[in-house]
């Protein structure tokens, strides 16, 4: 499987200010998903993100308010703009094994988001 | 749509115990993938298992095993003689075999295992 890293691993964030989210992967991938999970929830997905092409965005969720950049296959960013509390999450990226045909994500640590 | 059910929302054992967690899905396609997930109290989520809708043959790893069962649209999870490290949120996941693999999550299921 891959491995993910993300950063930060955890921020305190105010309200109204905006946090960029890190996934790095140590290899190639084509596709990369991010997903949030709010306290004592289950997880719910964002957007996938294909390396030059826009993001697409699940329903509940705009560009506006979760912008993602893909501008590699190793990289991605998310950001979480003009925070409230209700934005305090655990945010994951994901990505699909680089072996294809397994069909399997695998998810990175998370970074744990909480917004006063 | 697709959708994911874990009835159970928290099971304690005691160590040594058996204990299964239950996932119930639906979907509409024929062809789609299941799968469990760990979640540990430090929050990364780590892969378990992945099983295609084609394969109804159970599957043993160690301490883990699996039922899937088409007829009942269930996969469940069993962790023989648990142990404290197993202690976790639990998430059964379904997603499409087609097309990018949208993962749709259960609730999970929190398992406490004591001393």
């Known amino acids: 499987s891959a491995v993910i890293s993300q950063k930060p691993s955890r921020d305190i964030c105010q309200r109204g200010t905006s946090l960029t989210i890190q996934c790095q992967v140590d290899s190639q991938v084509t596709m990369m998903f991010w997903y949030r999970q709010q306290p004592g929830q289950s997880l719910t997905l964002i957007a996938t993100a294909n390396q030059g092409s826009e993001a697409t965005y699940e329903s509940g969720f705009v560009i506006d308010k979760f912008p993602i950049s893909r501008p590699n296959l190793t990289f991605s960013t998310l950001t979480v703009s003009n925070m409230s509390p209700e934005d305090s999450s655990i945010y994951l990226c994901?990505?699909?094994?680089?072996?294809?045909?397994?069909?399997?994500?695998?998810f990175g640590p998370g970074t744990r988001l909480t917004v006063l | 749509a697709q959708k994911v059910t874990q009835a159970q929302t928290e099971i304690s054992v005691v160590e040594k115990e058996d204990v299964t967690l239950d996932c119930v899905y639906e979907t509409r396609d024929t062809t789609y993938y299941l799968f469990w997930y760990k979640q540990p109290p430090s929050g990364e989520l780590v892969f378990l298992i992945r099983?295609?809708?084609?394969?109804?043959q159970n599957e043993i790893s160690g301490r883990y095993s699996w039922n899937f069962q088409k007829s009942t649209s269930s996969f469940n999870f069993t962790i023989t003689a648990s142990q404290v490290v197993d202690s976790a949120v639990y998430f059964c996941?379904?997603?499409?075999?087609?097309?990018?693999?949208?993962?749709?999550f259960g609730t999970g299921t929190r398992l406490l295992v004591s001393p």
């Open positions: 994901s990505v699909e094994s680089p072996n294809s045909g397994t069909d399997t994500q695998y």
């Open positions: 996941a379904l997603s499409e075999a087609t097309g990018f693999q949208k993962l749709v």
């Open positions: 099983r295609n809708s084609f394969d109804e």
